[in-house]
């Protein structure tokens, strides 16, 4: 029985893949309360577990899987999951987030985290159920695709209500930026997390439950929840969110001109309309989805009813899978856009990583750093949709180029000594925008622990916040200002440690954690989670208490950094953005300029208490957040 | 209002209302039965297919109930002629005899107690109906039922015609 009195299911399972033993631990009740859950738990105890420059396919890498605390309890769009493992592609701090239903599975089975360490000799699935674990054979799954494992896996169970998490060739083969997929809705896409799994010979975790998941404060918990719904039925977002899903950005990305296409050397797309969220919705969309207990339903159930690509069922695409596999390489066509993301899932491929490493070597070719010969006597220029399919499945199997295409950028710019067109942080692609006209985004990309990302903070707040607002939460009425750069690594740091707390709760940041209105983020983002969490565990908090929790966990993934060798100099944008102007569209001569970039760091790390040099967390900082 | 059950009222001209496979509401069922998080107690299901087809399932209220019938201790009863089939806790057996009779699957034994359980409306005020986000869960009877479905019939009769 759980000491809980409710949220927690109060355990964790050890699974060492070497001597293939199994372990079940009690959840302590300090480290629930230091670190929360989801992105708290891996993040921590990846620290302790993981040794400084080991090599990430190396047995002793671990794989740390962890649900988010609300997962599991009816708290609305709480069912994320953190996969999280020393990240083939930074080297650093990596984990994928992942929405669906197989979260909340883990609770009812038993458990609030997997701890996975060691290399299997022959391929093996675990499987979960009602407290109990076990190691089963997968060489009959070792090879397939995604989508034909969780089908091998129902008929074998006789079972069609397990959830499955596995990954594709691509994490088997290797392929650096390989993700996982959590049944047919979610991916844990970045980090390369799927590549350390498929190291690790482990196809896939499956699980089953029927425990509760108790609530300790019904009463109390039933409250948030209604406060929850009222807060979300006025937001405009929501309805937008669950018209469009989040390709409802690409009006936004194309009016702002800053798409970050053919490999950031255009912000607009001349030929946008057929790539928009609109004409997504009005060609394929089937229904909007939503992960486990969610009121926005931001997914897309796409299908592909007419044309060469015609019988395509798939759950998609993103905004990011847009930007990724359309812009990115330039291509205009939405059904080969379907058809690309509808790969990438069962080959289990970042899409970010495949479209980010395409489009580079597209920009090499067409400036003749490539020859055909190398390309597999494709010709790879933007825009050449045949070539991306092509590539897709030479990523995935590591055939011919695409060896080298799935390394991803970093090292293919070190192969053919063309960095400078290697556009990533840390090793990890930029995704989502091009941040060239707003330095706190690209601050805020550049100082993520994980590399390169868009959700590790939200550098917009000083587009909505009012002055009063910004003087009482971050000292300054500058904050308030677009232009100023005043209190805004105050901004970036805040906005960090409060994103974090949605990993760490298993909250979705597009139903908590988004709004244009300064109050609403504090009202959802703290005080509902925080009362969300008091409710449902039992266990003291406050708004302080919690913040600080966040806090406590992006200081320990930067630990972790720095003792992987990641200093200061990891927390720069790419040459790229400071180098050249954006060409096109309205933000037109927007670069980023290195010294307004390096005071805004020293800014940053003041806010942050880090060592300005080395980007180390001071001590004082250590011993103020509990972490000595 | 002749006897009502849940019903689900899809629009499959809208893509907003059509089940959205979010399954609030088994998890709001259960935590409104049991204060606790936990689907396979709920007593309405989410049956998902291939090809995005997902449908939550409870207890149809049949007028001749195979699960009442074949109760052997009368655990299973209808309080008032036109009400729902209900289950009396301190008679049922956990025999089970109602999971085979029930022609939908609607019925079934909780995996916490093992005795049987079934929707209740929640004692007229359906959970599952208000908080489904896509909102095609429906507090219905047989009538309003076909109603729904002879609309759904007409607008692509119509539909075609348009387009033809």
Redesign the interface.
């Known amino acids: 029985m759980s000491i809980f009195a409710?949220g927690y299911a109060g355990q964790i399972l050890f699974v060492n893949l070497t001597d293939g033993s199994i372990q079940v631990k009690p959840l302590e009740r300090e480290f629930a309360l230091k670190y929360i859950g989801g992105r708290g738990f891996t993040s921590r105890i990846l620290l302790d577990e993981v040794k400084p420059g080991i090599d990430p396919y190396c047995p002793d890498n671990v794989v740390v899987i962890a649900a988010g605390t609300l997962s599991?309890?009816?708290t609305?769009s709480s069912g994320r999951l953190v996969v999280a493992a020393k990240s083939p592609m930074t080297g650093g701090i990596g984990d994928a987030n992942s929405g669906g239903?197989w979260s909340?599975e883990l609770?009812?089975a038993g458990f609030d985290a997997i701890v996975i360490r060691g290399t299997s000799k022959d391929p093996v699935y675990l499987w979960i159920e009602d407290g109990r674990a076990e190691l089963r054979p997968a060489q009959h799954l070792w090879g397939q695709n995604t989508t034909e494992t969780r089908q091998l896996l129902k008929e074998e169970t006789g079972d069609d209500d397990i959830h499955i998490c596995a990954i594709g060739p691509a994490g088997e083969n290797l392929v650096r930026y390989a993700c996982v997929v959590t049944d047919e809705?979610g991916v844990g896409g970045r980090c390369g997390i799927g590549a350390v799994i498929g190291s690790k010979k482990l196809k896939a975790v499956v699980v089953r439950?029927?425990?509760?998941?108790?609530?300790a404060d019904?009463e109390r918990f039933?409250k948030t929840l209604e406060d929850y719904r009222k807060t979300l039925a006025g937001e405009v977002w929501t309805e937008t969110l669950?018209?469009l899903g989040t390709p409802n950005l690409t009006a936004h990305r194309q009016s702002h001109g800053i798409w970050g296409a053919k490999n950031f050397q255009r912000a607009t797309i001349e030929d946008y309309e057929p790539i928009s969220g609109e004409n997504f919705?009005k060609k394929f969309?089937?229904?909007?989805?939503?992960?486990?207990?969610?009121?926005?339903?931001c997914k897309r159930?796409s299908?592909v009813k007419d044309g060469p690509f015609a019988g395509i069922?798939t759950v998609g695409p993103e905004y990011e899978t847009i930007n990724a596999l359309a812009a990115k390489p330039y291509i205009t066509d939405p059904a080969i856009v379907l058809r690309a993301h509808y790969l990438c899932d069962e080959y289990g491929l970042d899409e970010q990583g495949v479209g980010s490493t395409v489009a580079m070597a597209m920009e090499l070719y067409e400036r003749g750093l490539l020859t055909k010969e190398q390309t597999d006597g494709q010709e790879l220029v933007f825009g050449n949709s045949e070539a991306l399919l092509y590539f897709i499945d030479k990523i995935a199997y590591r055939k011919g180029f695409g060896d080298l295409l799935a390394e991803g950028t970093k090292i293919m710019g070190e192969r053919l000594n063309a960095d400078y067109y290697a556009i990533h942080i840390k090793g990890l692609e930029v995704d989502a925008t091009d941040p060239r006209k707003q330095v706190t985004r690209a601050l805020t990309y550049a100082v993520s622990t994980r590399g390169a990302c868009h959700l590790r903070g939200n550098p917009y707040i000083d587009e909505f916040i009012k002055p009063e607002e910004a003087e009482a939460y971050f000292g300054t009425a500058a904050v308030s200002e677009l232009e100023a750069l005043e209190g805004k690594g105050k901004m970036v740091a805040w906005s960090e440690d409060w994103v974090t707390i949605s990993d760490q709760m298993g909250l979705c940041k597009f139903a908590w954690y988004r709004s244009r209105s300064f109050p609403m983020l504090i009202k959802r983002g703290l005080e509902l989670a925080k009362e969300a969490f008091t409710s449902a565990t039992g266990l003291p908090m406050t708004n302080e208490k919690l913040y600080e929790c966040g806090e406590r966990v992006y200081n320990v993934e930067k630990l972790f950094n720095v003792r992987q060798g990641i200093g200061r100099e990891g927390d720069y944008p790419p040459a790229r953005f400071f180098e050249e102007e954006l060409t096109d569209g309205p933000a037109k001569g927007c670069k980023l300029d290195r010294k307004e970039y390096d005071r805004l760091l020293d800014d940053y790390y003041e806010a942050r208490g880090w060592d300005k040099k080395t980007g180390e967390p001071t001590p004082e900082k250590l011993r103020s957040l509990g972490l000595e | 209002m002749g006897r009502q059950r849940i019903g689900y009222f899809e629009d499959l001209q809208d893509?907003?209302h059509?089940?959205?496979?979010?399954?609030?509401c088994e998890?709001?069922c259960?935590?409104h039965h049991?204060?606790?998080?936990?689907?396979?107690?709920s007593r309405i299901r989410l049956i998902s297919l291939?090809?995005?087809v997902d449908v939550p399932v409870t207890c149809l209220n049949c007028e001749d109930a195979p699960c009442m019938n074949i109760c052997p201790t009368g655990a299973l009863y209808r309080p008032e002629s036109d009400g729902m089939v209900t289950v009396k806790e301190d008679l049922c057996i956990g025999c089970a005899m109602c999971v085979n009779a029930c022609p939908v699957g609607a019925i079934t034994l909780d995996?916490?107690d093992g005795m049987a359980v079934k929707c209740d409306l929640c004692g007229g005020d359906p959970q599952c109906v208000d908080?489904c986000?896509?909102n095609v869960l429906k507090l219905t009877d047989a009538e309003r039922f076909a109603r729904h479905r002879m609309r759904g019939f007409v607008k692509s009769l119509q539909a075609s015609g348009e387009e033809g």
């Open positions: 409710g599991g309890t009816p609305p239903y909340p609770k009812y809705e439950g029927s425990l509760d998941v108790r609530i019904p039933k669950r018209r919705r969309l089937m229904k909007p989805i939503g992960c486990m207990g969610c009121l926005v339903s159930y299908a069922y | 893509p907003e059509i089940c959205s496979r979010c399954h609030m998890l709001i259960t935590f049991h204060q606790v998080g936990n689907p396979k107690r291939d090809k995005g995996p916490v908080y986000p896509a």
